[in-house]
């Protein structure tokens, strides 16, 4: 994909894909309620896919992936049917949940993944779900996959998280829900609490406060009617490409904006960008709003890891921004980053210097000192779409011209993330 502009003037509105993390959830916690959910403006992408794909395999009727989404729900004793392989594809949170789910039930499955996904840890799930009493068996010499799971006669739990995780968070309050049995999470720092609100729109009891979350197991789920609002993660591709405009505005409809997911924002602001929120809405478990983005002098910043949490999937495009601000920034305490679709640290450092820019690595993060000199060259993204959505936004900016290889893996999240950057960029 080449650019080559002169200067980037940026216009419009859109509306990005669905939520993908409330997307995965509506899904499943759908299947376990009593009666039917309605999900609106679900994603339809390859990682919900391999979502909707293991839950059919487990014997629930999950229809296809369309607009306005009708999910039958079977209630929490319903016994998911006892297969041999679920197949997540490149979806670490369908796997990372999905064991959880399987883990509440007399039942056994086997979780496979593409080369990526085989690659990812999954013993900081594994291990408590095992404390909780699911036998776990991971097949071969690395943490990944494949593994085993066999569920059935959890008893109740009260874990600290080790590192800071949404992943495993829900997986061990999905698994108490399945389960029926009481869960105690501890967390040394707040992570995106989107199965927490869904639980509780469904009449779970679970209470939130002091770095805790206490789940009372459900004997029953209330149906969802839910409306899924735009991905953050996919919205901060756009307010990075207005960042970083020469003149313009876009507005982003019905982004979603729940705190543990907006950290960009924040970051976006320090440096110098205009970002207004408006026509907030609070109505639904998930709080939404339009974004507009307005370009401004740009500065570096000091992103550390008491946010990362917040913008752990928006660092390699935060990153992209900062190759074009004054001065340095410093992204520290994200070593999760390398366990990721790819090494995103170091395939981000990578591909900073290939193109012109002056980038260190270091063990957590990268320091990145902004240039306003053309950049060009060929960008390797390992597959990972967000590292292609990344440095394809940086490539739409004035002076650069550059070549994203493999620029279909976008589909993982935001099949038309190419139309929708042609249709604001120019």
């Known amino acids: 994909m080449t650019r080559g502009r002169s200067r980037l003037a940026v216009r419009g509105e859109l509306r990005v894909p669905g939520d993908k993390s409330v997307s995965h959830r509506a899904l499943m916690f759908g299947c376990l309620a009593d009666g039917t959910t309605t999900v609106r403006g679900i994603l339809r992408s390859?990682?919900?896919?391999?979502?909707?794909?293991?839950?059919?395999a487990l014997g629930w009727?999950?229809?296809?992936?369309?607009?306005e989404l009708m999910v039958p729900g079977s209630g929490l004793s319903h016994l998911p049917s006892p297969i041999s392989q679920l197949d997540c594809g490149n979806s670490g949170t369908s796997t990372r949940l999905l064991m959880g789910l399987v883990a509440g039930y007399p039942v056994k499955a086997t979780?496979?993944?593409?080369?990526?996904l085989s690659?990812?840890?999954?013993?900081?799930?594994?291990?408590?779900?095992?404390?909780?009493?699911?036998?776990?068996?991971?097949?071969?010499?690395?943490?990944?996959l494949p593994l085993t799971v066999e569920g059935g006669g959890l008893r109740a739990l009260d874990w600290t998280l080790e590192t800071p995780s949404a992943q495993v968070k829900s997986a061990l309050l999905i698994a108490g829900v399945t389960g029926g049995v009481a869960v105690v999470i501890r967390e040394p720092a707040p992570t995106r609490d989107h199965t927490e609100r869904m639980l509780r729109s469904q009449g779970a009891a679970i209470d939130v406060g002091s770095g805790m979350i206490v789940l009372d197991p459900p004997?029953?789920?209330?149906?969802?009617?839910?409306?899924?609002?735009?991905?953050?993660?996919?919205?901060?591709?756009?307010?990075?490409?207005?960042?970083m405009a020469d003149v313009g505005s876009?507005?982003?409809?019905?982004?979603?904006?729940?705190?543990?997911?907006?950290?960009?924002?924040?970051?976006?602001?320090r440096m110098g960008a205009r970002v207004d929120i408006v026509d907030r809405n609070d109505a639904g478990p998930e709080p939404l709003g339009d974004l507009v983005v307005r370009p401004v002098h740009l500065s570096g910043t000091v992103i550390d890891g008491d946010e990362v949490p917040s913008l752990i999937d928006e660092l390699p495009v935060l990153a992209c921004v900062a190759a074009r601000a004054s001065g340095e920034t410093i992204i520290a305490g994200a070593a999760e980053l390398r366990v990721k679709e790819s090494d995103r640290i170091g395939a981000v450092v990578a591909n900073l210097r290939a193109i012109g820019v002056d980038v260190d690595e270091t063990p957590d993060g990268m320091r990145i000192r902004g240039t306003r000199a053309p950049l060009s060259g060929r960008i390797?993204?390992?597959?990972?779409?967000?590292?292609?959505?990344?440095?394809?936004?940086?490539?739409?900016?004035?002076?650069?011209?550059?070549?994203?290889?493999?620029p279909e893996c976008v589909a993982v999240s935001y099949p038309d993330f190419w139309r929708d950057l042609a249709h604001v960029a120019s």
């Not at 969802?224 to 960042?243: K, M, W, Y």
Request: aromatic residues 4%; glycine residues 10%.
């Open 46 to 56: 390859a990682d919900i896919e391999s979502t909707a794909g293991a839950l059919r």
């Open 61 to 67: 009727p999950v229809p296809a992936l369309a607009p």
């Open 111 to 116: 979780f496979t993944g593409d080369e990526s």
């Open 119 to 144: 690659r990812r840890p999954m013993r900081r799930v594994a291990k408590p779900l095992v404390d909780m009493g699911a036998r776990i068996t991971i097949h071969g010499d690395r943490d990944g």
């Open 219 to 243: 004997t029953r789920l209330d149906p969802l009617n839910i409306t899924v609002p735009g991905d953050p993660s996919s919205a901060a591709f756009f307010a990075a490409l207005a960042a």
């Open 250 to 269: 876009v507005t982003i409809r019905d982004v979603g904006l729940n705190p543990g997911r907006c950290g960009f924002i924040a970051v976006l602001r």
């Open 380 to 406: 390797d993204t390992h597959g990972d779409h967000r590292l292609a959505m990344a440095f394809g936004v940086l490539g739409a900016t004035a002076q650069a011209d550059l070549q994203v290889d493999r």
